[in-house]
């Protein structure tokens, strides 16, 4: 006879499957039996300061108050200019002037011209300038935070004013600008700062540029405290009933014109830089990276 086959059933497993839950899966321990190292974050850039001239370029400041910008840069850690740069500054006011609007002023004064640095005196951007300016060319001329000072109460007058100004150092100071040596591989630079928001904005220092044949080579956020030292005065001098007033704490912007069309690199084409080539060490002007605040780019 013919033996039945035995059928066996399906073994039941000792321990029931648990059904997969992600939450549940452990992570692997390393070797040691440690918690595993959380990856690394992603590494955070914070924007190089922008300077718009190089250790070595030849400076022409106008209007410069109590010279604490002239000396800054100097004073720097590291300084911005080369120990063999000669600076020219100047302000529209007398010395004797000077000295009472600001009283600190004398001896910035005196630092200055110890270390060979030239400082002028008396010198209205809206008229003819001497000699001693005109004999020279500058790879860079700055205007800072130019302002009339409160000849009218007016509001439209006061943009007038501040326009005719503005007109009046473009006209005079183009003259002045080297061939070579701006931060965009052409002619020499003209930088000039203004608060932003109302009434600066209304000044159009874009459009005024344009009208005397410049052009915006780029703008950038101006940051005080890369100037050691530095601190913005005002036109009238120093007031005891000005309290903490600080300018160098409020918004501001610098803008680098140059000469239109002269020799300088173009946005587009082969050859589209934006600025002037980083230094080593820091970014004098230097073109868009990873260190740079796209915001801060105005350029056009």
Not at 28 to 50: C, D, E, L, Q, V
Not at 52 to 58: G, Q, V, Y
Not at 113 to 122: C, E, L
Request: hydrophobic share 25%; proline share 6%.
């Amino acid at each position: 006879m013919k033996r039945k086959k035995h059928v066996q059933g399906k073994r039941k497993p000792s321990h029931p499957l648990k059904s997969h839950h992600p939450s549940k899966i452990s992570k692997p321990s390393s070797k040691n039996g440690s918690k595993p190292k959380p990856s690394p974050s992603k590494a955070t850039y914070s924007p190089r300061p922008i300077i718009p001239f190089t250790p070595t370029s030849s400076l022409l400041l106008i209007g410069e108050g109590d010279f604490s910008f002239t000396n800054s840069l100097i004073t720097s850690t590291p300084p911005h200019i080369s120990p063999s740069t000669i600076i020219t500054t100047t302000t529209n006011d007398t010395e004797s002037v000077t000295y009472e609007k600001y009283p600190h002023s004398e001896e910035t004064v005196n630092t200055l011209k110890s270390g060979g640095h030239k400082v002028h005196f008396s010198i209205d951007i809206t008229k003819k300038l001497p000699k001693s300016l005109t004999s020279n060319k500058y790879n860079c001329i700055i205007f800072n935070f130019p302002h009339v000072g409160g000849l009218s109460t007016h509001l439209d007058r006061q943009i007038r004013s501040n326009q005719e100004l503005i007109l009046s150092f473009f006209k005079n100071t183009i003259p002045l600008l080297s061939t070579d040596g701006g931060i965009d591989d052409g002619s020499g630079n003209i930088v000039i700062t203004l608060f932003t928001g109302k009434p600066y904005d209304d000044w159009n220092v874009k459009e005024l540029a344009k009208s005397v044949g410049l052009e915006c080579v780029r703008s950038f956020k101006f940051d005080a405290t890369v100037y050691a030292g530095y601190k913005h005065v005002r036109t009238i001098g120093f007031r005891e009933r000005e309290g903490d007033w600080k300018g160098e704490e409020r918004g501001a912007r610098s803008f680098v014109l140059g000469v239109k069309d002269d020799g300088r690199r173009r946005k587009s084409g082969s050859n589209n830089k934006k600025g002037g080539e980083k230094n080593k060490g820091g970014n004098k002007g230097g073109k868009k990276g990873k260190d740079s605040d796209d915001e801060d780019e105005d350029d056009d």
